[in-house]
């Protein structure tokens, strides 16, 4: 199974500043046949089903706010979110589906400072 | 396009427990039906998936003896069942549905249901 490793655990940012998180996954989760990376991020509010925000690594899921950016490549890739909002405090969780079984990260619970 | 999931249950160790997940507003054999489970405080956990089209499953290696999951094309409805419940199968339950796009599906996950919280407890 591809285990995917997320950092840190849990962060305190201010309103209106940088959060960045990061994500690795114990193998590589790019096909070189599309250069594609098969890694998704998640965002779950409490009491809320996951809701997705990125995928193939860096595209942003319709209706998402330009704020929310994904990067990275292979077994190693991040989401920043740019001038955070109250409403961005939640659970952000990395997805590989590149082989089955499909698997997350433990999560990354994001606060306000 | 919505999932509408079935109501909390309360089971025993040992018992056995069956959630449904009710498609609306897409075409329901176009599109797999993966199960992923929440336990309190922690993660997401992929638990498997049927193509209603044909009635194939796949399962997370950990689910494959205790998970049965089927489908009803005639009434747009999956069904997740979990048998020999533990206390550890205590958890929120969702469906969810992969992005299909001109055809292809990839198993990111686009659209969920609401989640059915199981609870083992004697």
């Known amino acids: ?17 940088r959060a960045a ?22 965002q779950q509010k409490p009491g809320q089903p996951p809701k997705v925000l ?12 330009d704020r929310f950016s ?5 077994t190693d890739f991040s989401l920043t979110i740019n001038s955070l909002q109250a ?3 939640a659970v952000y969780y990395c997805q590989q589906y590149y082989r089955l079984p499909i698997t997350f990260g433990q999560g990354t619970r994001l606060e306000i400072k | 396009v919505q999932l509408v999931q079935s109501g909390a249950e309360v089971r025993a ?9 009710k498609a609306i507003g897409y ?6 039906m993966h199960w992923v489970r929440q336990a309190p405080g922690q993660s997401l956990e992929w638990m498997g998936y049927i193509n209603p089209a044909n ?7 950990k689910f494959q003896d205790r998970v049965i999951i089927t489908s009803d094309s005639s009434a747009n409805i999956g069904y997740m069942e979990v048998y020999s419940l533990r206390s550890e199968d205590t958890a929120m339950y969702y469906c969810a549905r992969p992005s299909c796009i001109d055809g292809t599906c990839n198993f990111y996950f686009d659209n969920w249901g609401q989640g059915t919280l199981i609870t083992v407890s004697s």
């Open chain 1, 1 to 17: 199974d591809i285990v995917m490793t997320q950092s840190p655990e849990s962060l305190a940012v201010s309103l209106g500043e």
């Open chain 1, 21 to 42: 998180i990061t994500c690795k996954s114990s193998q590589t989760v790019l096909d070189i046949s599309n250069n594609r990376n098969y890694l998704a991020w998640y």
């Open chain 1, 54 to 65: 990125i995928y193939w690594a860096s595209t942003r899921e319709s209706g998402v706010p």
């Open chain 1, 70 to 74: 994904g990067s990275g490549s292979r």
């Open chain 1, 87 to 89: 409403e961005d405090v």
């Open chain 2, 13 to 21: 160790p040992g018992a056995s427990v069956k959630v449904s997940c």
């Open chain 2, 27 to 32: 075409t329901f054999n176009i599109y797999t």
């Open chain 2, 55 to 61: 009635g194939i499953t796949k399962f997370s290696e």
